[in-house]
């Protein structure tokens, strides 16, 4: 499934709580969902990391404080939402659930079916996740106990080249990285359990993005190789040659009827990043008049990141009458 249906099909659930895990191969952004899906449903959200826990984590027992009661009760971790003190609504996720041991999953079982933590119950309105990877992506993935997949609706999580590149845009990711993930897509998520080093939408973004800029030119590769592996550093290298290369974008916005419009797909990729950061409400009609220039799928391409960046372009003339001329393409 898609992120943005994920997140629709999360909030559908919400109102009956029904569990959910959600699995895919490691840098996919599955965490990351639940966080976005709790804040835009305005409720609390709680993380806890399985592979990190241990089974008194969830509750260890402790003499009762009466004077004279030789009896045992449960304390429960301060980060249990507890029925009359929590919140009324909110979602618990567990975290890499899928590395967590048997007894840990047992817990777990209790909690989403039974609603409680050792006889205390959560309240009401809290919804439980998990997340996960899958076995076959060898991340450390322990089997799931029967009755717990039995106990909750498992979804797998599918990259999808528009979800990411609308996400990327939303949360300034580096236009570089996302005109590279454009032309190449393949190499958006291209997990291999074999190699040391793969290409996932997390590697992209805090492994690439966030180091361009801060490392010297020099240390680049190298710094790229050890986060999406050596081939796809090898590409995004040569691509970031091109983009360097390119014409000024603020140059082609100020003459956008005389400026050459190159052939090569790969600078044409290149390219369309680079103005569609640049695009504002002041020069949208010098911006319209080159992208027009352009292969009709590189006009789409720039227009709609530059839109997703700035969706007050919408409201311009120059927009509008790109959208007459472009009716038949969606985006």
Avoid at 142 to 169: K, M
Avoid at 220 to 240: D, I, S, W
Wanted: net charge negative; with cysteine; hydrophobic share 40%.
């Amino acid at each position: 499934m898609r992120a943005s249906l994920l997140k629709e099909t999360i909030k559908s659930l919400f109102p009956i709580k029904r569990t959910l895990c959600i699995e895919g191969s490691p840098g996919g952004g599955k965490t990351t969902i639940v966080q976005e899906v709790a804040a835009e449903l305005g409720v609390p959200y709680i993380e806890r990391h399985m592979p990190t826990m241990l089974v008194e984590d969830f509750g260890i027992l402790f003499p009762s404080s009466a004077s004279g009661d030789s009896t045992l009760a449960y304390k429960l971790p301060d980060w249990f939402p507890v029925k009359g003190k929590a919140p009324e609504s909110g979602i618990l996720c567990f975290d890499d659930r899928n590395q967590a041991s048997a007894d840990l999953q047992k817990v777990l079982a209790n909690i989403c079916q039974a609603r409680n933590l050792h006889g205390v119950s959560m309240p009401d309105g809290w919804m439980v996740v998990s997340t996960g990877n899958r076995q076959s992506d060898r991340a450390g993935a322990n089997r799931v106990l029967g009755h717990l997949r039995n106990r909750e609706t498992v979804i797998e999580l599918e990259t999808h080249l528009d979800d990411f590149r609308g996400w990327a845009i939303n949360h300034g990711v580096r236009a570089e990285v996302i005109s590279f993930i454009s032309f190449r897509p393949g190499l958006l998520h291209d997990y291999d359990p074999q190699r040391d080093s793969n290409p996932t939408p997390r590697a992209w973004v805090e492994g690439v993005s966030d180091v361009l800029g801060t490392v010297p030119a020099e240390a680049e590769y190298e710094c790229f190789k050890g986060t999406v592996g050596e081939g796809a550093a090898a590409e995004f290298v040569g691509f970031l040659k091109i983009f360097r290369k390119l014409p000024n974008p603020d140059g082609v916005l100020l003459n956008p009827k005389t400026s050459d419009v190159p052939s090569d797909p790969a600078t044409l990729y290149a390219l369309s990043g680079a103005l569609a950061t640049r695009a504002t409400e002041a020069n949208m009609e010098r911006f319209n008049d080159y992208i027009e220039r352009m292969p009709k799928e590189f006009s789409v391409l720039s227009m709609s990141m530059a839109c997703r960046r700035d969706p007050d372009l919408c409201n311009t003339a120059a927009f509008t009458r790109w959208s007459v001329n472009h009716q038949d393409v969606l985006f």
